[in-house]
């Protein structure tokens, strides 16, 4: 059987990218990382999510990103309430996060002779971050291929993102026909006693999604 490494991190986004994955016959190694980010309640869903979906192993990795900083989910620094009129990278930014998670995806997929590496990189709702663009997607793939052992044998590797450029309710229709449960995930940048904030950027857009996608959005929004 195929076999994929999958970057879970219990959000909406990587949980339908773990459904669409399931569903193109990969076994699905999931791999969420502990980085020191304020909304660690993620990792709760995260496990959540890779037992409802079936994922084949789940490892939880821990790798303190709070050491370096520089964003909003790792440091001293307020989440910002959504601003539509906002054009900047937001300060929820983590310097390299997506480089850093999909080398350690890649020396999983290595390990596990995995012929792809599925993340959920969207670069429509997230005000354009940098590593969530299909050119950092593919350089990343070419290094990916110069750079480990099964590559040089021969296995190359794939790295996958098909939510690259599908909007929010597009990817909330594909994962409701591949049977996610969206109550499972958590979106949210700065959770309140557990509950998603309703007024970080995260939240907008889940919500939006929904909305635009004509679905009830089953998150609970704290309201205290």
């Known amino acids: 059987m195929k076999k994929a490494v999958l970057l879970l991190s219990g959000g909406l986004d990587s949980s339908t990218t773990l459904a669409i994955a399931k569903s193109e016959g990969f076994l699905v190694y999931a791999l969420s990382v502990f980085y020191g980010q304020r909304n660690e309640i993620e990792l709760i869903a995260a496990k959540r999510v890779a037992a409802s979906l079936g994922a084949a192993e789940h490892k939880i990795l821990n790798l303190d990103l709070r050491l370096f900083g520089g964003s909003s989910l790792t440091d001293q620094l307020d989440v910002k309430v959504h601003n539509e009129q906002e054009t900047s990278i937001p300060n929820t930014y983590v310097p390299a996060r997506n480089t850093i998670m999909l080398s350690l995806a890649l020396a ?6 995995a012929q792809a590496i599925f993340f959920g990189a969207n670069i429509h709702d997230y005000s354009g971050y940098p590593d969530c663009r299909p050119d950092y997607i593919n350089a990343f793939e070419k290094m990916a291929n110069l750079a480990t052992k099964e590559s040089v044998l021969g296995n190359k590797i794939s790295i996958r993102a098909p939510l690259v450029n599908l ?24 959770p309140k006693e557990r509950l998603a904030c309703g007024v970080c950027s995260a939240c907008f857009y889940r919500h939006k999604g929904f909305m635009d996608a004509q679905l009830a959005d089953p998150t609970i929004y704290y309201t205290g």
């Open 108 to 113: 999983y997929a290595e390990v596990t002779k």
């Open 167 to 190: 909007s929010k309710a597009q990817i909330i229709q594909i994962g409701t026909n591949l049977g996610v449960d969206y109550s499972l995930t958590h979106t949210c940048y700065d």
